[in-house]
């Protein structure tokens, strides 16, 4: 069923006999949220929502738009009384797709520097979503559970490793945030998302943290990025 998560109509249609849900909030503005979780309510399925790791728990001021907005929208969630399974995910390996086209043109990517994070493969935050989505109730822990990749990669690691499964020498140039600003305009992105993105880049700390959870949760490792790069290289041909 397709329909947009601030139509509650459509929402409503999509959750009858439905009992178990795995919430993707990706608006920078969690106020048509709360008519989102009034009809989740009335349905009362399983909620499994998927977060951030960038998520600091002793701070209520969070580092950017995006992570405030997960902080707000698990916050939320609980008020409104849906107990969710909170899945925190690191950087999702699948945000290196945004590099394809300059991958098809050339051997540098430029864009935003990003603080190390250990990358993490979407395929994992699926099967982790499955796992708890189907788990029986008596082994359900709500979390959050803090999934994350093997490794902590930089921009320019990932882009190496990208090089290695095209078989070329490639680079990452790191462009000062005003530059990146203006080229993500105009590739039409909307300012808002470009402004969140730009803070992010900007005001991310630095993280050292790899978790086991995705094998406590799957019973089989995280992947590295390496693995995903070597599965998605024909998108970067
Ligand atoms: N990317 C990361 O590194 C990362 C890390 C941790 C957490 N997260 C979180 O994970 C979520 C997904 O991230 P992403 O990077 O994959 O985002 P994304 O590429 O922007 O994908 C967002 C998805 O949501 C759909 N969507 C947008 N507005 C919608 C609406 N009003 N109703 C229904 N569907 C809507 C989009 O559909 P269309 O394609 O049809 O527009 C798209 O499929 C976000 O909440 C993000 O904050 C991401």
């Known amino acids: 069923m397709v329909g ?3 139509d ?7 959750l009858v006999n439905v009992d178990a849900v795995f919430l993707v909030w990706p608006l920078l503005d969690a ?3 709360h008519a989102l979780a009034e009809e989740i309510v009335q349905a009362a399925p399983r909620v499994v929502y998927l977060s951030s790791t960038a998520v600091d728990d002793h701070n209520p001021d969070q580092s950017d738009p995006i992570v405030q907005i997960h902080a707000d929208m698990e916050a939320l969630l609980q008020k409104a009384g849906l107990r969710p399974v909170v899945l925190r ?7 290196a797709r945004g590099w394809a086209a300059q ?3 050339g051997d540098v990517v430029a864009g935003p520097d990003f603080p190390r994070t250990a990358v993490v493969d979407e395929r994992d935050v699926a099967a982790v979503a499955a796992a708890v989505l189907l788990a ?3 082994h359900l822990d709500h979390g959050p559970y803090l999934l994350t990749g093997p490794e902590l990669l930089s921009r320019a690691d990932q882009v190496a490793r990208l090089g290695s499964a095209l078989g070329r020498r490639l680079r990452f140039d790191a462009v000062p945030a005003e530059l990146a600003r203006a080229h993500m305009l105009a590739d039409g992105r909307p300012k808002a998302l470009v402004e969140a993105l730009i803070s992010a880049s900007l005001h991310r700390p630095e993280s050292n943290l790899i978790t086991d959870h995705v094998e406590r949760l799957t019973g089989r490792p995280a992947g590295t990025f390496a693995r995903w790069a070597a599965d998605h290289a024909a998108e970067f041909r």
């Open 4 to 6: 947009d998560l601030t």
């Open 8 to 14: 509650p109509t459509a929402v409503r249609a999509a």
């Open 31 to 33: 106020t048509p949220a």
């Open 89 to 95: 995910s690191d950087t999702l390996a699948s945000n």
């Open 103 to 105: 991958l098809r043109a």
């Open 136 to 138: 029986p109730h008596t």
